[in-house]
Structure formats: C-alpha cells, structure tokens
Nanobody
Framework: VQLQASGGGLVQPGGSLTLLCAAS????????MGWYRQAPGKQRQLVADIRSDSSTNYADSVKGRFTISRDNAKNTVYLRMNNLKPDDTAVYYC???????????????WGQGTQVTVSS
C-alpha cells in the first residue's frame, strides 16, 4: 500500500492548481484523507482533511480558496487551490488513514510530497 501525490508546480499569484493523491494496493477501506504542507523552516501543518462521510475541515488560512474532495472509487483525494498566494509556497503532503485488504490498518500513511511554488 502506498500513496502517490502529483499536481504541484510553479504558478503566479492568483493562479490555481489541483493536487491529487492516489492510494494504490489492495485496500479495504479509507477513513480520513488529508493534505498537509511544510514551508522552509516551518513545521508541517494541516491544510485540509476529509472524512469518510465527506465532512471537511480547513485551516483558516485557506478557507474559501481551497477545496478538498475525494473519489472513493479511485482511492484518490484532491486539493483544488484557487487564488494562490506566495505564502502558500510549500511542499504539500497527502496523509491517509486506511485499512488494507488483509485488515491491517495504516493510520498515518504519507505520500512523497509535491512542491507548490507561488511566485511572479
């Protein structure tokens, strides 16, 4: 079981990006899915997460600009980021709580990170 994140890149202020993170392997169920980010010299922090019932939670700094969603059929979580600001520059990591087909729970599985740079 592993996570593969993609979608990062360089974008101008005010621009948009969509990140995606797909879980692969033999998966029985996925509980919480989330995105975190870590800027240089700062701690990793929660950006947004989405539960199995599709309820969501956002950091105050991204409310109204970012939207998290999930496709359970594809075991994928998305982060749509609009009106990006230079302060959004960071490495973005996906995090998933899932149960494998064998019944093993992975409560804190991390993707490899994808760089988002917002600059003119």
């Amino acid at each position: 079981v592993q996570l593969q994140a993609s979608g990062g890149g360089l974008v101008q202020p005010g621009g948009s990006l969509t990140l995606l993170c797909a879980a692969s392997g033999r998966i029985q169920s996925i509980n919480n899915m989330g995105w975190y980010r870590q800027a240089p010299g700062k701690q990793r922090q929660l950006v947004a997460d989405i539960r199995s019932d599709s309820s969501t939670n956002y950091a105050d700094s991204v409310k109204g600009r970012f939207t998290i969603s999930r496709d359970n059929a594809k075991n994928t979580v998305y982060l749509r980021m609009n009106n990006l600001k230079p302060d959004d520059t960071a490495v973005y990591y996906c995090n998933v709580d899932l149960v494998s087909f064998r019944g093993v729970r992975y409560p804190d599985l991390w993707g490899q990170g994808t760089q988002v740079t917002v600059s003119s």
